[in-house]
């Protein structure tokens, strides 16, 4: 058996790190965790980068006493920070729970990468993930060759992250069939992993813990077993809580992956974030701000990371094809194909809300002409 030697991998590219199109965190934020990891006096758990206060002021930002300034990564409330990292520190796992675009993937990352210092161990969940994405497989040339040894053993994210007391992460947990999430019940409530076939066991060292994702909307698809339930602590992560939350969340996204894409800052975006993320809270909550309209709502779920890969579309148009100012008509598109997600019903709760709300708003006039001119193309 031997693999071919005709098709070479690409050689990495050579250029500056600052090629990569998405570092991971612990790589993008690295001056700040370095600065977090100096200045933090308090307690670390084994194995931990930061204590558990320095890893919550990385989330949620702050200044450090040399004047160095975190940037906030998470918009929210303070204690539901605190909570997620207090339970990485003890025997119980942490599930991030809510309605999609709520940034569970987000935290997830930049938990693992401020604990650990390594977001890269990570399963995505798929409904057809096998148990050796959790557990381990084998290299079939060397398991031939050789017979079983801890040599041809290909570790799972969630193995490495046990034996070397790393923080594991599962994506979308309730995508995975049932008998497959079964298989972290051991991990997590027994801290081993059977290796039958080498009649041995890998036990998790200090500093392992786990953090999984789920969706709201895909519960039922694969229900959690209420034993494995019980191995997680659930936090639940809510929608921006006032439309000035959620307008600062998207205008500091949109500056950072347009900063990533090379697009021109244009001063002019924070307008029309405003009324990108005022549609989006309306079309979502079913009644206009000022509460006096009722709406209906639309099919699509309005995430915020909509509203953000509306805005960098928008942004996109503008910088290429635009006079340097983020219009109406430039987010219009992107906005009208995050709304109308089924053709026959979300097109009519969208002209609706056009006609009696967007129309009346004195200051809207081009946002109005650039949406009902992007729904008649
Ligand atoms: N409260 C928030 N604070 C900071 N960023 C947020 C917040 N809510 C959403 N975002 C932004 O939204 C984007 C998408 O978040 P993410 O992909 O993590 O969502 P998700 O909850 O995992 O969604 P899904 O269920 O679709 O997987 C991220 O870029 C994140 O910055
Ligand atoms: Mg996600």
Not at 74 to 88: K, Q
Not at 142 to 170: H, I
Not at 348 to 371: M, T
Request: aromatic share 4%.
């Amino acid at each position: 058996m031997s693999t071919s030697q005709s098709t070479p991998m690409p050689s990495a590219p050579t250029g500056p790190p600052d090629a990569v199109l998405r570092p991971h965190a612990e790589t993008a934020y690295a001056a700040e965790l370095a600065a977090l990891a100096a200045a933090d006096d308090r307690p670390r758990p084994e194995r931990w980068r930061l204590s558990p206060w320095a890893v919550a002021t990385y989330l949620l930002g702050g200044t450090l006493p040399d004047g160095t300034v975190v940037t906030p990564k998470y918009v929210g409330p303070r204690r539901i920070v605190e909570v997620a990292v207090t339970t990485l520190a003890t025997d119980r796992a942490l599930l991030l729970l809510g309605v999609p675009g709520t940034a569970k993937t987000w935290v997830s990352e930049h938990l693992a990468a401020a604990v650990s210092g390594d977001s890269t161990l990570l399963v995505q969940g798929t409904a057809g993930t096998p148990e050796e994405a959790i557990r381990y497989g084998w290299n079939y040339a060397r398991l031939l060759a050789e017979g079983p040894s801890r040599d041809a053993l290909v570790p799972s994210p969630v193995l490495r992250a046990m034996a070397e007391g790393l923080t594991a992460r599962v994506e979308e947990l309730t995508r995975i069939p049932a008998d497959v999430q079964d298989t972290l019940i051991t991990i997590l409530s027994e801290k081993t992993l059977p290796i039958p076939e080498l009649g041995e066991e890998v036990q998790a060292v200090r500093g392992f813990n786990l953090i999984a994702t789920a969706n709201d909307r895909d519960r039922g698809v694969n229900d959690l077993s209420s034993a494995l339930r019980r191995r997680f602590n659930t936090v639940v992560l809510p929608l921006p809580a006032t439309l000035d939350d959620e307008v600062a969340i998207v205008a500091r996204r949109v500056a950072e992956l347009g900063r990533s894409l090379d697009l021109p800052q244009l001063p002019s975006a924070l307008t029309e974030i405003q009324r990108v993320v005022t549609v989006f809270r309306e079309l979502r909550d079913g009644v206009t701000a000022d509460g006096r309209t009722k709406l209906k709502s639309p099919s699509g779920t309005l995430s915020t990371a909509e509203a953000i890969s509306v805005v960098t579309s928008g942004l996109a148009l503008a910088a290429h094809f635009g006079d340097g100012q983020l219009r109406a008509a430039d987010v219009a598109a992107g906005l009208l194909g995050a709304v109308v997600r089924d053709p026959a019903t979300d097109r009519l709760v969208w002209q609706e809300y056009l006609e009696s709300v967007v129309r009346e708003r004195a200051d809207w006039k081009d946002f109005y002409r650039g949406c009902r001119d992007a729904a008649a193309l």
